[in-house]
DNA sequence: CTTGGCACTCGTCTGACCGGAGTGCCAGCA
DNA sequence: TGCTGGCACTCCGGTCAGACGAGTGCCAAG
């Protein structure tokens, strides 16, 4: 059905028009791309390429432009993932290693993407439920209160202040701290309850309908609530794409301000083995349904701190963006492994 | 010069351009506003209004719009805030009052103030810097390194992670705790270094030098690199204007994306006590001079902890903007003063 | 100082027209 | 069977002229 030379026509219809927004007709592509067969042949595989779904017409005298399902096949098939220069390398090391903390990483990283790319970048901070705990501090700040600092190995500071149910003692509070922090050091927050699990059994007994009360909330405070912290850049790339989206723009600048939508669209694929894209109608999320999303997770394999992409018109350079995602992706990777 | 009924009609232009986005013509104002008068009549005084530099042309024979110093004549003297109906008021509170912390208590107010206003809202954390300190916390993370957290009475929580110039044993970082807490506990940061003026005076000879580095180190990044932090939201209103910015659309995303800038518009005038406002070309922040920005501090009076306000274009409802951002940053204020 | 009248300006809308890019189809050729 | 050149057709985009109308500026009169 669809031999190599009409691939190769997709290619370049694709290619064409990503760079020049314009539909592109069936003589230009036969002269520019070296087809070597003539503009009929290759309208004939257009028609095919038009049956199949993979392209379509603005109207009847205008060039071809690619459908999602043109692109998703340019993707998954046409293309690979362009690797940086390594200046462009050089340059992404340089600038992330200049970050002083994570906020900053993070900062840098979106900055870094929507640079690179030219799209809007979306960086999520390092999960707490896949972090594990470099060190968690109780303090006593009122009879009835504390504030619980957990710092995690990817850097990450979260702090959150607790009613309790009953006023504590300072050795009180300084027993719960040996407690929970022979049990929790070097733990991942997901394995926190099984870490827990025994302390009450082992406390005294006198501290102990307290102790289990303690429990609960901080269990419920960090595993069961875990703050997810989304970090959004170069909106300002959007207007670039007026034409694109014509009144478009604004339901997907609506979408970009929902942490939920940006959760969901990082969540739903953050595996740091590949980039993965989402092509327009493909996004679940209403409002982004014009739009392509590159994504990859960050970390280890298997187990990673979060995910960071770009926002784009279906229209982009898939390619170059799948390099960038990916090149930046790992330093960040790498860096926080190394803190 | 300006005789009432010119103000009047300047009145009236202002009005029905940012109700119709439309240049407004003697005709439609002379019997829509009843003023009594004729169009000719209007005319001239439009015409003398033109001569003042209140109001512009277009082009010959359209209507007229107000320029930068008509809307500031506007607001300066033709109008007032617009207090909140009753039920708009307590919609605020009681939206407000569901915040479970300051993040919170920021997420809300920014979205809340873009939801009245329908522009682009900013809300700046309290500063850290005017804030007075509630707890100080030090954590002796490893010999050579401390975490401080820093609780203000705004319920902010910052922290650093110092690297030491020498190493700490627990005798001297508990000691420190002690002498940092008893002297800053209540103290408004900006007071720390004169509160701390005495410390290694009064400390025992052998941890001097150390704690004097220490003390260094803790008001640089404390007091003198204080962070400020600002939310944006509700970009996506920006969109409705796509009129009023043909191709500003742009150079706006891209100033709102700067904290710096937001600091600027906030910073220069945060105090709580009035509503202020910038018109166009008195921005001094480039990329949006076509905008107005309205602010307001919130917090005590001579003391604010923070600003906050809502940017939009020029042609926008004054009153109507001036009053919402009166309300929230009041609400605001009356909140954490509370907390 | 206000008013009605009037000529004038100028932007916008409409419809007609044209050129060009591009297509689809067909018949011929390898 | 598949490629090619040719050709008629479609339709978009730009340009141009003309009509319309909103609005102005000015003037003379009340």
């Known amino acids: 059905m669809l031999d190599d030379r009409k691939l190769e026509v997709l290619r370049a219809i694709v290619e064409d028009f990503v760079s020049t927004t314009e539909p592109v007709g069936s003589k230009a592509l036969a002269q520019r791309h070296g087809l070597g067969v003539s503009p009929a042949t290759v309208r004939n595989d257009m028609a095919a390429l038009e049956d ?14 690619p459908t999602d399902k043109g692109y998703r096949l340019f993707v998954d098939k046409l293309s690979s993932v362009k690797p940086l220069s ?9 600038f992330l290693e200049g970050a002083v903390d994570l906020d ?8 870094l993407l929507s640079q690179l790319t030219r799209q809007v970048a979306v960086v999520q901070y390092p999960s707490l439920s896949r972090s594990s705990v470099r060190h968690l501090e109780i303090v006593h700040l009122a009879p009835n209160r504390l504030l619980l600092v957990l710092i995690t190995d990817t850097g990450r500071v979260e702090q959150r202040v607790l009613e309790l149910p009953a006023t504590l003692s300072d050795d009180d509070v300084a027993a719960l701290r040996s407690a929970f922090g022979s049990r929790l050091h070097g733990a991942r927050l997901v394995d926190a309850p099984a870490a827990l699990a025994d302390l009450p059994d082992s406390a005294p007994t006198a501290i102990r309908p307290v102790l289990t009360s303690v429990m609960t909330v901080v269990l419920e405070t960090l595993v069961d609530q875990p703050e997810e912290r989304i970090v959004l850049g170069g909106t300002a790339h ?18 970009l301000e929902e942490q939920v939508v940006l959760l969901k669209l990082l969540g739903e694929v953050n595996d740091p083995s590949a980039v993965h894209v989402k092509i327009g109608e493909e996004n679940n999320v209403e409002g982004l349904r014009s739009t392509s999303v590159v994504t990859m997770g960050y970390g280890p394999d298997g187990s990673p701190y979060g995910g960071l992409g770009v926002v784009g018109p279906t229209r982009m350079d898939y390619a170059g963006n799948m390099g960038s995602v990916r090149a ?8 926080l492994a190394g803190a």
Chains 1, 2 share one sequence.
């Open 52 to 65: 199949e779904g993979f392209i379509t017409h603005p109207h009847t005298s205008a060039g071809r432009i």
């Open 86 to 94: 390594p200046a462009e390398k050089r340059a992404i090391q340089s």
């Open 104 to 111: 900053d990483v993070v900062r840098r990283s979106v900055r």
């Open 238 to 255: 959007l207007t670039r794409h007026l034409t694109d989206f014509p009144q478009t723009l604004r339901p997907v600048l609506e979408a």
């Open 328 to 335: 930046v992706a790992r330093y960040v990777g790498e860096l």
